[in-house]
């Protein structure tokens, strides 16, 4: 499913942020900021430390442009809380300090069509990275297997270029990075793929 020009779906789960547990996490609660939200397979694995390690370093970068960073797994709460707790030399994500969603029902991970159910196994997201607007539209989404570890480059670049066509009406070209030339478009009747659906 694509949900590009579409309102993300909200919901209200628990999380983990900073050691602390949130039980009523909305995504609607962001409104008037940028979200890039991201779903990972499972804690306590391989490739996921790497990728939530990478968002937390460039944390500060996000912040800067106003995003907000979310993990996403379907682990519970608990075991996020124990995995924020394990250092980094033991396969841990210690320091980092946004939030993760626990999507234990399976039920984010549904709606962002994202959910993987295989054999015996109960369900686990792919690695799906949405990009969302300050009204609650998705403008970005991408979505990789589960061995495929996603670009943080690539994720502020999509920033910069939403947020550079919002300020300037200028449409941005292949590989186009803050600072170079963008485009000049008739951007006339563009304005519906960015209201809500």
Not at 134 to 142: A, E, F, L, T
């Amino acid at each position: 499913m694509v949900l590009v020009g579409k309102s993300a779906p909200d919901f209200t789960a628990k999380a983990v942020a900073k050691g602390v547990i949130i039980d009523d996490f909305k995504m609607s609660k962001f409104k008037g900021k940028y979200v890039l939200f991201f779903f990972y397979p499972l804690d306590f694995t391989f490739v996921c430390p790497t990728e939530l390690h990478a968002f937390q370093k460039r944390l500060a970068d996000f912040e800067k442009r106003n995003v907000q960073v979310i993990g996403c797994s379907t682990d519970s709460h608990f075991s996020h809380a124990a995995w924020l707790m394990t250092p980094k030399a033991k396969g841990g994500i210690e320091g980092v300090t946004y939030p993760i969603v626990a999507d234990f029902t399976k039920e984010i991970s549904a709606a962002y069509d994202v959910l993987v159910r295989e054999g015996d196994d109960n369900g686990q997201a792919l690695r799906g990275l949405f990009l969302i607007d300050k009204k609650g539209i998705v403008q970005h989404q991408i979505v990789n297997n589960m061995p495929l570890g996603r670009s943080v480059d690539e994720a502020i670049r999509m920033v910069d270029a939403l947020k550079h066509f919002e300020e300037h009406g200028e449409v941005c070209p292949a590989d186009w990075k803050e600072g170079d030339k963008a485009m000049t478009a008739d951007t006339k009747g563009l304005e519906k793929y960015f209201a809500p659906h």
